[in-house]
């Protein structure tokens, strides 16, 4: 067994437990058996799902062993969000979204060797229980004084909105998910963001009503935020998913390689399995030289190789390099230029025009003049190949997959034009 707790603390995964002195001990003389619970909320977990799915990991591997509970009966329903009601879906859509969130948990957990890890489902213990025996059964060791003081709770409580019976009730049934584990598996640890703090001690207290002399804990990892207060795990176009139909895996990369300086260190210890003395120095490099971005592309290529594997990385790589004159465009395939493309400046025609009327119609240039400028002054490209007359044409041969031109204006400006039959 490692210092687990020491560990989480200097990554900045610890943000408050029940009784950390007890939880040391029993995860000092484990192996524990723990939880963290993800609803199907969603076709597919994000980014911000990752460090709870991470922290299950760094459990496993310092010996205790995970269950990991995919909600089918609390996706239903939906933890309440401070702003509004959630739209509920239905059973056949949570089913189809309880099984593709299980796909994705699975590769981070080992389910072979004494600390195994198990995949749950709550509808195994909640489809065959009717509202008489869960108001009776559970209902009744629950006050609604202290559900009311639960932040998410308190503030619909306040708005125009309210909160339905529904979404109020969300908390029993994640703490009657607790009851069930430990009874069912003898499991001790709830682990989960900070956010969930009401939800993770609603399942101790109501363990101690009916289990006395249980000995059960909550570990809470704190919330992600940007540095400028932005929420973690959004990019400009939304949530950045693992699912690579969702967010291709050249965005997923970006994502990361874009990641704010005053944040990258932060990030890297929370999400890289990096040594303490790895991330040191790409500390130090961050702090020395941070135009290099080393930390940056360090965690992107860690994590793109995690999530997507390292076939996919070394795609996305390549494709990095080659848009900016350090590879053959020619050489990616189709599915890596398109999903690099549509993060450029982007402008469809159905007929080839001059590079001049190219780089005004992609914003690259602000006028015809300027981009005539641009030629003449040799910092025009067309799939890094230099552009050396005013009036020339790109060729349909030079078309990358018979649909793509990659435009460049000096290092590092680009925009692509895709030529179509329909250019709207």
Known sequence: MTDIVDDLKWRGLFAQSTDE????????????????????TAASLHVGHLVQVLTVRRLQQAGHRPLALVGGATGQIGDPRPTAERTLND???????????????EPYLTFEGPNAATMVNNLDWTAGLSAIEFLRDIGKHFRVNKMLTKDSVARRLES???????EFSYQLLQGMD??????RYGCVLQQGGSDQWGNLTAGIDLIHRLEPG??????ATPLMVKADGTKFGKSESGAVWLDPELTTPYAFYQFWLNVDDRDINRYARILSFKSREELAELERLTEERPQARAAQRALAEELTTLVHGAGECAAV???????????????????????????????????????????ASTGLVASKSAARRTVKEGGAYVNNAKVAAEDAVPDAADLLHGRWLVLRRGKKNLAAVEVTADAG
């Open 160 to 166: 125009d909105q309210g909160i339905s019976y529904t």
């Open 214 to 219: 249980a000995h059960v804990h909550a570990l």
């Open 21 to 40: 002195d007890a939880l040391r001990k029993v995860l000092a003389d484990g192996p524990v058996t723990f939880y963290c619970g993800f609803d199907p």
């Open 317 to 359: 790589i390549a494709a990095s390099k080659a848009l900016f004159g350090q590879g053959e465009l020619a050489d990616l395939d189709a599915a890596t230029l398109t999903a690099a493309l549509s993060e450029l400046p982007r402008v469809r025609v159905t007929e080839l025009e001059t590079v001049v009327d190219l780089l």
């Open 178 to 183: 607790f009851l069930e584990l430990y009874r």
């Open 91 to 105: 059973p056949e859509t949570i089913a189809l979204w309880v099984s593709r969130l299980r796909s994705q948990i």
